[in-house]
């Protein structure tokens, strides 16, 4: 996910939107994963008629991302079949035939090691698939090196709705709307294909939209009123909103996904009161997650999301209002 950097006002809340910049998330450390218990491994086809959004959410950060390249099939495969996470996280970019692809940043410079240069949308699916977007990873991080991540791939969002199915869920990230035109409805083109934009998928949010333009997400409500939607937040943006900024959100959106830092008692139980779900980003580290729980979060994102599990589930943490 990325940070916005413009402040919602009451005052201008109709008229303005959010804009986003690029930001990098915390990074955290560990030694390994953490066995999920039991009852967190991955929900089955009969739990999937109950909204997962009405639960405490663990949301694996572009899929395993600690543990594994992000954004390639290795992230995502660990978080859903070996870390039990609720929701795997897609970032979007448009590639310059039209493909949305999962990567966040804006250019192909960091996830290929510097081999390759420039912005995502100069290049074709074709030539982005010849990218290797593991070996990065092995580099970065020794403890966690496998050979068989050299010569990752970057995974198009047909190709991740086709892996996964329709019993996963997807919480997607539309990146820098403005700088791909169209975007939204490629977006629900491809869900709608992959039969993820049924009533009873939105209702039971197997698939969660959020952004930091405040303009895309209006637009993804006027073109499907049902998609669950959650507004994103820079970091000391949330405290700054009026209680009409909250009001004005809440009259698109489901719920806020603010820095982690902002998430506190306070502020969560003020977004409850707005009737808003809160899902912070990205909290890697034992005291951000224990301090989230402790302020009765609907959910996080963590790059180790099996340590998000371990410890809501060992809070018994109930986050209903």
Same mark, same amino acid.
């Given at each position: /996910?990325?940070?916005?950097?413009?402040?919602?006002?009451? +005052?201008?809340?109709?008229?303005?939107?959010? +804009?986003?910049?690029?930001?990098?998330? +915390? %990074? $955290?450390?560990?030694?390994?994963?953490?066995?999920?218990?039991?009852?967190?491994?991955?929900?089955?086809?009969?739990?999937?008629?109950?909204?997962?959004?009405?639960?405490?959410?663990?949301?694996?950060?572009?899929?395993?991302?600690?543990?594994?390249? =992000?954004?390639?099939?290795?992230?995502?495969?660990?978080?859903?079949?070996?870390?039990?996470?609720?929701?795997?996280?897609?970032?979007?970019?448009?590639?310059?035939? $039209?493909?949305?692809?999962?990567?966040?940043?804006?250019?192909?410079?960091?996830?290929?090691?510097?081999?390759?240069?420039?912005?995502?949308?100069?290049?074709?699916?074709?030539?982005?698939?010849? /990218?290797?977007?593991?070996?990065?990873? @092995?580099?970065?991080?020794?403890?966690?090196?496998?050979?068989?991540?050299?010569?990752?791939?970057?995974?198009?969002?047909? =190709?991740?709705?086709?892996?996964? $199915?329709?019993?996963?869920?997807?919480?997607? =990230?539309?990146?820098?709307?403005?700088?791909?035109?169209?975007?939204?409805?490629?977006?629900?083109?491809?869900?709608?294909?992959?039969?993820?934009?049924?009533?009873?998928? #939105?209702?039971?949010?197997?698939?969660?939209?959020?952004?930091? %333009?405040?303009?895309?997400?209006?637009?993804?409500?006027?073109?499907?009123? @049902? /998609?669950? #939607?959650?507004?994103?937040?820079?970091?000391?943006?949330?405290?700054?909103?009026?209680?009409?900024?909250?009001?004005?959100?809440?009259?698109?959106?489901? $719920?806020?996904?603010?820095?982690?830092?902002?998430?506190?008692?306070?502020?969560?139980?003020?977004?409850?009161?707005?009737?808003?779900?809160?899902?912070?980003?990205?909290?890697?580290?034992?005291?951000? /997650?224990?301090?989230?729980?402790?302020?009765?979060?609907?959910?996080?994102?963590?790059?180790?999301?099996?340590?998000?599990?371990?410890?809501?589930?060992?809070?018994?943490?109930?986050?209903?209002?």
């Amino acid at each position: /996910m990325k940070l916005g950097k413009t402040l919602l006002t009451s +005052a201008i809340l109709s008229t303005t939107i959010l +804009a986003g910049v690029q930001s990098a998330s +915390a %990074s $955290g450390g560990g030694t390994g994963p953490v066995s999920p218990d039991n009852s967190s491994t991955a929900h089955t086809n009969q739990e999937q008629n109950k909204n997962v959004l009405d639960r405490n959410v663990a949301i694996a950060h572009r899929g395993a991302s600690g543990y594994a390249p =992000e954004h390639t099939f290795f992230a995502y495969d660990k978080a859903k079949n070996e870390l039990g996470a609720d929701y795997i996280e897609l970032d979007l970019q448009m590639t310059k035939d $039209g493909n949305l692809i999962a990567m966040h940043d804006e250019t192909v410079d960091r996830t290929t090691g510097g081999k390759y240069h420039g912005p995502v949308k100069n290049y074709t699916t074709a030539q982005l698939k010849k /990218m290797d977007v593991g070996s990065w990873f @092995n580099q970065k991080n020794p403890q966690y090196a496998n050979p068989k991540y050299a010569g990752a791939k970057i995974p198009t969002l047909d =190709e991740i709705l086709q892996r996964y $199915g329709t019993n996963t869920n997807y919480y997607i =990230e539309t990146k820098s709307p403005n700088v791909y035109p169209g975007m939204e409805e490629k977006l629900l083109n491809t869900l709608s294909k992959h039969g993820m934009t049924t009533p009873d998928k #939105l209702r039971n949010g197997q698939v969660v939209i959020q952004s930091f %333009s405040q303009e895309s997400l209006l637009k993804m409500k006027k073109l499907n009123p @049902n /998609m669950p #939607l959650i507004q994103l937040t820079d970091a000391l943006q949330l405290p700054q909103y009026s209680d009409a900024d909250l009001n004005y959100i809440a009259s698109y959106a489901r $719920g806020v996904g603010p820095e982690y830092h902002d998430a506190t008692p306070a502020q969560v139980e003020r977004l409850h009161q707005h009737g808003l779900l809160v899902h912070p980003y990205t909290a890697n580290t034992q005291l951000a /997650m224990k301090n989230l729980i402790n302020a009765n979060v609907d959910g996080a994102f963590s790059n180790y999301i099996d340590r998000y599990i371990q410890l809501r589930n060992q809070s018994q943490n109930k986050t209903a209002y």
